[in-house]
């Protein structure tokens, strides 16, 4: 089954492309994950990176493509994407925990601090989470970012939370 | 009888982006829009656009739509709301009923020297058993519920068909608070971007493909709605009945440019299902085969109002370029500039099919014309 099938990637479909970042690159902290498969007519991720670590080109139907030296996660891209479909994921925020960073336009937002249920890319409950941090500035537009820390072994399916 | 030079019908982003570029280079530019407000469907269309970041992708829909507002009226374009065009005689008269059914109506008939039509799309509908009751309704009336009048329409909601319109209102429902228990598709393929598809999953919401509604069931209202599978010729395979607990049934099975001013001025038009069905004829100005009369936007063939914006722009540059407020060099440069985003806009998988049967459009509109021309000859040599 694939995207145009359920509606929702798999982790093969996605690291099929070769865009992943590397092992490596998540052993040193945060770093954007770009979940854009399909072929479409849009590039605004590209000019919201200051760092130029997306790289798309023209047609503006090319797949974005990430430079992960040059990504330092520092999430900007995440409310900029009509697609929802960037995520910033730290493997390295603690031992055992990492955190993942998603929009999120729903309210009520969650809390600081709260535990959460975490939802994988189909919608399914797979652990629970604690909110790190909420972001909503008025550059993001009224897309709000949250980041929760999740065990490290569940920041691959981690892509959001269940709707307060 | 009122005479205008310009008169656009429909204040969508299609009639905005016409106005404007007509106005900006003197033109004198009245459009009249049905509704309460000028914006079309960008004022329920809350979401962040996709396109080119050089043309105000990853803004908002409903901001888009203040923004045209801002400049048509900076630029001097005059607007009637609450003003529908009943009818389009010949020679460029526009029948213009002003005023709201609550009030004293008045038909105003307006003479105009260039006319653009951007009218938009219709909702098609569905039919199952049980299909009138209420809570069944179009997807772009649930989004108008929710987003420009601030009512839900039920709280358990099915929706039906996975083009971008289903994904997008399927979330935005969510957003308003409403559940969508479901969504189905009668193809084997979700039709709309992938990305979409994966917001409303993220959030739960199973995607059935080869599904259809057979039945919806209520005493007074929509209460519950069944659900089957279908085999590969689309016919419901026994046995694989689902019944849902759902007050509402959403469905987003395509649009249909709403085509009827046109042909009752006697422009052209073709029949092409991957263009929602009956579109006018028009040339690379927008030009219907009627000289004067522009379609634009959805009329001129289903698509976004990333395209719908920019043939609006082409029309008004023509427009510019006739009535000789422009040299047709810089209407060329501005037109070539304008298809070159138009292409951008139309490559990938999902809009390769639309620039093909854009294309043919195109091509048909050149070969009514040649024929034209020589009915004329022919006609003339004959006298
Ligand atoms: C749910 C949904 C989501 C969408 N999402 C996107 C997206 O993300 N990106 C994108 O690019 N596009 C999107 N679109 C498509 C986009 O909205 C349309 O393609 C675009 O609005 C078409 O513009 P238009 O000017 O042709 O028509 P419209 O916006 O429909 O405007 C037509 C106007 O004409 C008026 N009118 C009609 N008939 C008459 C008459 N006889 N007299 C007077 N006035 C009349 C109407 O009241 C209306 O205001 C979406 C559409 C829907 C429904
Ligand atoms: S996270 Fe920051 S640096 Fe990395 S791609 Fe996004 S905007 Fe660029
Ligand atoms: S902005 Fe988002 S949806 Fe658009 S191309 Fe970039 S990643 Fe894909």
Request: with cysteine; glycine share 10%; proline share 4%.
């Amino acid at each position: 089954m694939s995207l145009a099938e359920t509606g929702f990637l798999t982790i093969e479909e996605i690291k099929k492309l070769g865009k992943y970042p590397s092992e490596e690159r998540f052993k040193k902290g945060p770093v954007a994950v770009i979940e854009c498969i399909q072929e479409i007519p849009c590039n605004p991720c590209e000019s919201a990176c200051r760092f130029g670590a997306i790289e798309l080109g023209e047609p503006i139907t090319n797949l974005p493509t990430l430079n992960e030296d040059k990504c330092t996660g520092c999430g900007l891209c995440v409310a900029k994407c009509p697609g929802l479909a960037i995520f910033i994921i730290d493997k390295a925020y603690s031992d055992t925990m990492a955190t993942v960073s998603f929009p999120h336009e729903y309210l009520p937002l969650p809390e600081k601090d709260a535990e959460v249920e975490a939802v994988d890319r189909s919608g399914q409950v797979v652990c629970t989470g604690k909110v790190i941090k909420v972001l909503n500035p008025e550059s993001f537009d009224r897309t709000p970012v949250v980041t929760i820390a999740v065990p490290q072994d569940k920041a691959e399916e981690v892509r959001g939370i269940k709707r307060l | 009888m009122i005479k205008k030079e310009v008169v656009v019908i429909g204040g969508g982003p299609s009639g905005l982006a016409a106005a404007i570029e007509a106005a900006q280079r003197g033109a004198e530019v009245l459009v009249v829009d049905s509704n309460l407000k000028a914006g079309g469907q960008l004022f329920k269309q809350i979401h962040k656009f996709f396109g080119s970041s050089a043309h105000r992708s990853g803004t908002r829909g409903i901001d888009i739509g203040t923004e045209l507002l801002e400049e048509a009226e900076k630029y001097g374009v005059e607007i009637w709301l609450n003003s529908v065009a009943i009818g389009l005689f010949q020679e460029k008269k526009i029948a213009v009923e002003r005023g709201l059914d609550v009030e004293d109506k008045k038909l105003e008939i307006i003479e105009a020297e260039k006319i653009v039509i951007a009218s938009g799309a219709s909702e098609n509908a569905v039919r199952f058993k049980g299909w009138t009751l209420p809570g069944v309704m179009g997807a772009g009336a649930a989004q108008t519920m929710i987003n420009v009048n601030r009512v839900l329409p039920g709280e358990r909601i099915l929706m039906i068909g996975s083009g971008n319109v289903g994904l997008i209102v399927s979330y935005q429902l969510m957003q308003a608070g409403a559940d969508v228990v479901a969504l189905v598709e009668a193809a084997p393929k979700i039709g709309g971007y992938g990305v979409h598809a994966s917001k409303i999953t993220r959030a739960g919401v199973p995607i059935y493909t080869k599904h259809t509604v057979i039945e919806a069931r209520g005493d007074k209202r929509v209460e519950e709605a069944v659900i089957c599978e279908l085999d590969e010729k689309w016919q419901p395979v026994a046995g694989t009945e689902k019944t849902l607990k759902v007050d509402t049934i959403a469905i987003a099975a395509g649009l249909k440019p709403l085509v009827e001013l046109a042909v009752m001025h006697g422009c052209e038009c073709i029949f092409d299902p991957l263009l929602g069905g009956w579109v006018p004829l028009h040339d690379k100005n927008m030009e219907s085969t009627y000289p004067g009369i522009y379609v634009v936007g959805d009329i001129a063939g289903i698509e976004e109002a990333n395209t719908a914006l920019e043939e609006g722009k082409l029309a008004g540059i023509a427009i510019a370029e006739a009535l000789d407020y422009i040299s047709s060099e810089e209407a060329k440069k501005l037109k070539d500039e304008t298809w070159e985003r138009l292409k951008g806009l139309r490559m990938g998988p999902f809009g390769e099919k639309r620039m093909l049967a854009k294309e043919q459009l195109l091509a048909a509109a050149e070969a009514a014309k040649g024929s034209a021309e020589e009915h004329q000859i022919a006609a003339s040599a004959g006298a």
